[in-house]
């Protein structure tokens, strides 16, 4: 998760606090979405690059 919020802030723009906001967002969209990917989705941002 860590190389996606350092892309959102490079790429973006964006500050710490706003590219965790998003990662959140997109994060909660996919499981609203998708709630058989749910767990998956928690696995894939949980993980440590």
């Keep these: 998760m860590e190389e996606l919020l350092e892309r ?6 964006l500050d710490d606090q706003q590219a965790t906001k998003s990662v959140e967002v997109v ?3 996919v499981k609203e979405k998708f709630p ?3 767990d998956a989705v928690d696995k894939i941002f949980a993980a440590k690059n």
């Design 8 to 13: 959102l802030k490079q790429e973006a723009g």
């Design 27 to 29: 994060k909660d969209f």
């Design 36 to 38: 058989m990917l749910s």
